[in-house]
């Protein structure tokens, strides 16, 4: 016999000791390690223990029958290939057994020859399924390690992204400062107080939004964690009208707030909202700085709506500049800004990661020269 059956355990199941005796030094000659077993009972036992890949059984035997034992095996240690012993008048049996998956079946007397049949088949089984499994596992490990090459570069992407924004604005906060250095060495030089004012002037400006800048980042790490609490949501927009009613009026905008009267406390992080609902108001004053409208017709809404299956629904609208589409398409991205060294390009990004932090929504629309409107759902 081949190298490949050496040694191979082998269990042997009937209640005739002359069977096992015979068919156990058959298999022996030819090179397996012979187990032996009188009855189902055992054979269970004995395959928990030894784990062979190949089961030779009588069908008919008294207490647990030839296909129960057949079923068991398949069903505990689908791996294992059963070769059925059969009788003659036994065919309808032989058949059965071939539904529930035997290997092969042998009929008394057994000859040498039927045997290797159907062992051969059995190692053939064995060996597609080993090679079967080998493929599949490599598969599956290609995938994993596709997928994960697949994040990291994604992981990367956005981390060069971040760098690229921020060394962009830092950059320009640079300039800024090497300008007002250069103008206020100049009326050092020339004893100029005009000189002097305005580098001071341009000096002053630029550590305004470094500061700024430094608590933009200070809060965007701080949104790494939410903490809920019950509260109406209500309460950051006034929070918010509270803060920016000076500064619209002073521009000339009816800031606004339209409240549902249906809206009940829900758990949210109020401080967390407070700082998206000022975000989105801030954005809009800005898209009406430059805008000419009458004063008065320069005006944003803050609307808190119900509705079905959340929380509550925020709408920050005003008739500002407005978008483009492509514009529009980047607003949500790190250091995404029009603003110049006027904004960081945080702001949006900041509200997006924390509404995706309560599991809410937001979306924009947008439209040029008409006016934008950012829509806030979060979840009971
Ligand atoms: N209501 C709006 N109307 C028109 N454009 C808007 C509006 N809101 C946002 N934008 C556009 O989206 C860009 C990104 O907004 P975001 O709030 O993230 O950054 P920013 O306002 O430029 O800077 P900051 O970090 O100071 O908020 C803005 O620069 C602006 O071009
Ligand atoms: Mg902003």
Redesign the pocket.
Known sequence: MNELKTKSPILLVDDEEGIRRVLGISLADMGYQVYTADNGEKAIELIRTIRPPIVITDIKMPGMNGIDLLCRIKKEFPDTEVIMITGHGDLNLAIKSLKFEATDFITKPIHDDALEIALKRSHERLSMRNQLKSYTEGLEDLVREKSAKLLEAERMAAIGQTVAGLSHTIKDLAGGLKGGAFVLEKGIEKKDMGYLNQGWEMISSSVEKIA?LSM?LLNYAKTSEIHCQICHPDQPVEEVMELMKSRAEKEGVVLQFVSDKNLQPFAFDPEAIYQCLF??V???L??LQNIHRKSGDKTITIRSLHCNGWGVEYR?E?N????DRQ?LG???RSF????GT??????????KNIIDKHNGEIH?W?EQGI??R?TVKLPK
Do not use: E
């Not at 500002?320 to 978008?323: A, D, I, P």
């Open positions: 700024a933009d975000n989105l801030k954005n809009a800005d898209a920050v005003d500002g500049c407005g978008m514009a980047m607003i949500f995404y800004t029009t603003k006027g904004g960081t390009g945080i702001g949006l990004m900041m509200t924009a947008s006016g934008s950012f």
